[in-house]
């Protein structure tokens, strides 16, 4: 090899070897694979540390303040409007046949089978899976991670597992407040827009409700907490690249949380239909 | 390629019972081997300054060390325990034993200088009424007493570095692992790193391990002591050979150790590679 720039490389001299397509997929299949691995492991890993101690209670509270309390006010301002506006529109398509006082039915079936735990999961999604890779995020890189294994504490029980559980126990609730909200805009637009009762709008919208409608809202839920939580958890704590993977990482953890719902809604739509149909 | 120089010298007094031993360790990441069969040890209350350019993988020995990485082969045992086999959760047990100063002191930006240091007396469940005395102590002894409340934000860099000193001293650990303390630092700051360090030493006899590329902090080392009835750092005119807490140094090169030996054994290395260090 030449000692300076000034003397003539040798003859054999290669210019770095180009991957081929094929290793290139099999490197990115790899990587794919491993990633999906760690994933589990570390969403397995963060309800199995509910099993054995030390558990951290108070850590678990504090995230429940953050996540749930601090999420309320969103969630209560766009279910209102979420109601008021499938009011409007389901209402003068049932206005036309002369069904108006329908609208009660199919505003409330909507929100609590769909559109309540969907859209409060991709807006907790959007505010605590971010929230959740960039606080874990910055900690990896200032080494806090380090610092916390170095001083004896599993960072998965530390930081996982209370954040997890936290979404775990505030997103069904939340949702039930969205819906709840949300019905009360959806009847607030029906009074003024369609001159629909309160009380027959109100009525209407419970007396439709069956325990399967509620039961596939509520296991939609529990599904997109574990979803978000564990997602912005595995994001944050496989932040690589300093603070701009740090801001990779917190953009991924809503794009990743957020498809994720949206997939699994569909099929766990047909699972509770099925099971609905089967056992209801 | 330069010849190895000739004070190399892995013998050590046999009496005296190892904390850190290093047998032929390799660690490897997907940008080639960078630890490359390292193999060291430390007797009980000795300090071993590992020196290197930035990139040799000091800072790796240290995680090594304290288990938060494993080896791609070789063994690490700390305190006669086999580390390098332990699992994750054998492993949070033993890092207990040891004392961490990270090179920023990655203290928790969410906690106050107090919360920080009784940190691990909190995840141990000690009684909070033993905490508070415990928390005082150790910040008195790095003379941040009036921080406790004070966020980390709001310290200087050495006063961050001085925190974590505390931190890793409130667990009274037998091993304390130094990752460039001074670096960054001012010379006055630094000069209260390491008086910190050997009053840390020499009142506590910790075994230590310090990572540093600043040879002037490894001589502070090994020439000076703290004597605690005057309470001040002064000039150790003892042989080397007699001082209860020998200083060591370990220059990394390539991923190996290139020189080992005492300050004066590396103060009369002739090698063209070392005498850039002592220039």
């Known amino acids: 090899m030449a000692d300076t720039p000034l003397q003539a490389a040798p003859q054999d001299a290669r210019a770095p070897e180009v991957p081929s397509v094929a290793e290139v997929l099999q490197d990115l299949a790899k990587t794919s694979v491993l990633k999906v691995q760690n994933y589990s492991k ?6 199995t540390n509910l099993a054995t101690g030390p558990r951290y209670v108070q850590d678990t509270l504090d995230q429940m303040d953050d996540i749930g309390v601090g999420s309320l006010p969103i969630v209560l301002l766009s279910g209102f409007f979420i109601g008021a506006v499938m009011v409007l529109q389901t209402g003068t398509q049932f ?116 325990f399967s409608d509620i039961m596939q809202g509520f296991s939609k839920t529990v599904i997109f907490a574990f979803i978000l939580a ?47 149909d089967k056992f209801f | ?81 086999d580390i390098s086999s332990l699992s994750e959760s054998e492993l949070l047990d033993a890092r207990r034993q040891i004392g961490f100063v990270f090179q920023e002191g990655a203290l928790f930006d969410s906690l106050t200088v107090g919360e920080n240091v009784a940190y691990r007396l909190h995840e141990d469940g000690v009684d909070e009424d033993e905490i508070k005395p415990r928390v005082e102590e150790v910040l008195r002894f790095v003379e941040l007493a009036h921080t406790t409340d004070s966020l980390p934000s709001e310290l200087s860099g050495g006063m961050r570095r001085r925190v974590s000193i505390a931190r890793a001293l409130i667990g009274r650990p037998p091993i304390v692992l130094y990752d460039s303390p001074t670096a960054g630092l001012d010379p006055l700051t ?71 030996g005492s300050p004066d054994e590396l103060m009369k290395s002739q090698d063209p590679y070392l005498q850039r260090f002592l220039i």
């Not at chain 1, 570390?42 to 309800?47: N, T």
């Not at chain 1, 990896?140 to 997890?164: F, H, N």
């Not at chain 2, 003892?238 to 020189?259: C, D, N, Q």
Request: glycine share 10%.
């Open chain 2, 190 to 260: 630094s000069q209260t790193i390491i008086s910190l360090i050997l009053r840390l030493r020499d009142v506590y006899g910790v075994t230590a391990l310090l990572a540093t590329h600043r040879l002037q902090d490894g001589f502070a080392l090994a020439n000076f002591h703290f004597d605690p009835q005057a309470k001040k750092v002064r000039r150790d005119s003892s042989p080397e050979s007699s001082r209860v807490a020998p200083t060591r140094f370990l220059v990394l090169r390539a991923g190996k150790i290139y020189f080992e």
């Open chain 1, 95 to 210: 206005e036309r046949f002369g069904q108006a006082s329908l609208t009660g039915d199919i505003v409330s079936l909507a929100l609590v089978r769909e559109l309540g735990p969907s859209i409060t999961g991709l807006l907790v999604a959007g505010r605590c899976s971010s929230g959740i890779a960039s606080e874990l995020g910055s900690m990896l890189v200032t080494e806090q991670v380090d610092a916390m294994r170095a001083m004896g504490t599993d960072p998965s029980r530390k930081l996982v597992t209370p954040r997890v559980l936290a979404t775990l126990i505030t997103l069904p609730l939340l949702t039930t407040i969205s819906v709840f909200v949300g019905l009360i805009g959806g009847m607030v637009a029906s009074v003024l827009s369609l001159r629909i009762n309160a009380t027959t709008f109100w009525e209407r919208a419970i007396k439709i409700l069956e």
């Open chain 1, 42 to 47: 570390l969403s397995l890993q963060s309800i």
């Open chain 1, 230 to 276: 564990t997602v912005g958890c595995y994001q944050g704590l496989n932040v690589r690249g300093g603070t701009q993977g740090v801001g990779r990482a917190t953009t991924q953890a809503v794009v990743v949380s957020s498809v994720l719902i949206i997939v699994s809604d569909t099929f766990l739509t047909k699972l509770a239909l099925y099971l609905a």
């Open chain 2, 1 to 81: 390629m330069e010849p190895y120089p000739s004070g190399l010298n892995t013998t050590l007094t046999a009496s005296i019972p190892l904390s850190i031993e290093f047998k032929d360790v390799r660690l490897g990441f997907s940008e080639g081997e960078i630890l490359r069969g390292v193999t060291f040890s430390a007797q009980e209350r000795e300090t071993v300054i590992l020196l290197g350019e930035t990139g040799t993988g000091k800072t790796l020995l240290l995680k090594l060390a304290a288990g938060l990485l494993r080896p791609d082969s070789g063994s690490i045992r700390v305190l006669d325990k």
